[in-house]
């Protein structure tokens, strides 16, 4: 098959790679009709995540048709038509049995933290991910599920992270009726987080970045209120004085550390690789929340030190709730918004790429051209 390969950092190519076979009874191989590129999977491609192999194939936003099942899946059929969550999980051990799937503590050797993601270096279990023409997919009872008829592709593909992991950090803020909600960062997990505040019921919701063609999405596909940080001199005081100088009642991170590292890192190399990321995005919602308020953080950080202003957090009485979005637990009630047209996922596409170009497509992702928010991934054979 053909599949996007890591060569080392700003590296990848397609290459020629053996189709993976079924390893256990439970395995299901895809054939992959779509992906995307994620913003956390630059973090790979700068070379900012420990243990990243060379070889190893990205991805953990994919859909396709089932190929080959192994002997003990039963919920799949070869030909059906499934979206595959970003987590791996087993379904049943301590984590699984709370729906925090995110968490599972049997798909990965070093699951102190993280479960199992597809395509996300050796830190997150070392499986390969999407970004080729087939994949294996462990746990094919739990994991998958058919793609409803009456959703489109680009929809189904969307719900299989970016969409669900902003729709879970609104959920992580505690939104009331008529809060005001500031989202910092307009990448498509900051425009999904956004537009999601809404349906949980606030009456004001704020989106901060720096590039100008991100915010214009913010306001029209979230239709929330912009601000360009890099228009004031001090965006935590502009965020407080639009809102009479008591601060935001929910604030989300939808940044998480800097996907091209912080000078620390460069200048440490691999012994520090994302280390915690610069965690310039999370002091800036604990300082522009309110007193008593919520920050729900879902940006990718790593699992070291980073200096967070946690004596201001504790001080000013803040709850804060973060995790890696358990993608399956949020899709009944999204897949209900989206049937009845509250929303719809794909708008947010912006670049169709054919696999055999994912280079390129790296490159205008992670640089910012052509107005990239999101681009996706077609293999030839689905073309």
Request: charged letters at 20%.
């Amino acid at each position: 098959m053909r599949a996007m390969v890591y060569r080392g950092p700003y590296k990848v190519r397609v290459d020629e790679k053996d189709i993976p076979p079924i390893e256990h009874p439970n395995d299901a191989i895809i054939r992959v009709t779509l992906a995307a590129i994620c913003g956390s999977d630059l973090h790979l491609y700068h070379g900012m995540m420990p243990d990243t192999r060379v070889g190893m194939t990205f991805g953990h936003e994919f859909i396709g048709v089932v190929e080959e099942v192994g002997s003990s899946v039963q919920n799949l059929k070869r030909g059906d038509r499934v979206m595959v969550p970003f987590n791996i999980y087993c379904g049943s051990c301590y984590f699984c049995a709370r729906g925090l799937y995110s968490n599972c503590h049997n798909v990965n050797p070093n699951a102190t933290a993280v479960g199992g993601i597809y395509g996300y270096s050796h830190t997150c279990g070392g499986y390969d991910g999407g970004q080729s023409e087939y994949v294996r997919v462990p746990f094919a009872d739990v994991g998958p599920a058919l793609i409803p008829e009456w959703m489109d592709d680009e929809d189904a593909l969307l719900c299989t992270d970016a969409l669900a992991t902003g729709y879970f950090g609104a959920q992580l803020g505690d939104i009331h009726e008529g809060d005001t909600v500031a989202v910092f960062g307009a990448g498509p997990v900051g425009l999904f987080a956004a537009k999601s505040a809404w349906l949980m019921g606030a009456g004001r919701v704020l989106v901060i970045d720096h590039l100008d063609y991100r915010l214009e999405k913010a306001r029209t596909f979230a239709h929330a209120e912009t601000f360009n940080f890099a228009e004031y001199d001090d965006i935590v005081r502009e965020m407080k004085k639009t809102t009479d100088y008591l601060g935001a009642d929910a604030v989300i991170d939808a940044v998480g550390a800097e996907a091209d590292g912080n000078l620390t890192q460069h200048l440490t190399s691999a012994k520090f690789k994302l280390q915690g990321g610069s965690p310039v995005a999370l002091n800036w919602a604990i300082d522009s929340v309110r007193k008593g308020g919520t920050v729900s953080v879902m940006g990718a950080y790593g699992p070291l030190f980073s200096a967070v202003k946690f004596g201001d957090a504790m001080n000013k009485g803040l709850t804060l709730h973060m995790n890696q979005c358990p993608v399956k637990r949020q899709w009944p009630r999204l897949f209900e918004h989206i049937q009845n047209g509250y929303l719809k996922p794909s708008d947010i596409v912006t670049h169709r790429i054919p696999l055999e170009h994912i280079a390129e497509g790296y490159h205008i992702f992670s640089a910012k051209l052509d107005n990239c928010i999101k681009p996706v991934i077609v293999p030839s054979q689905s073309a």
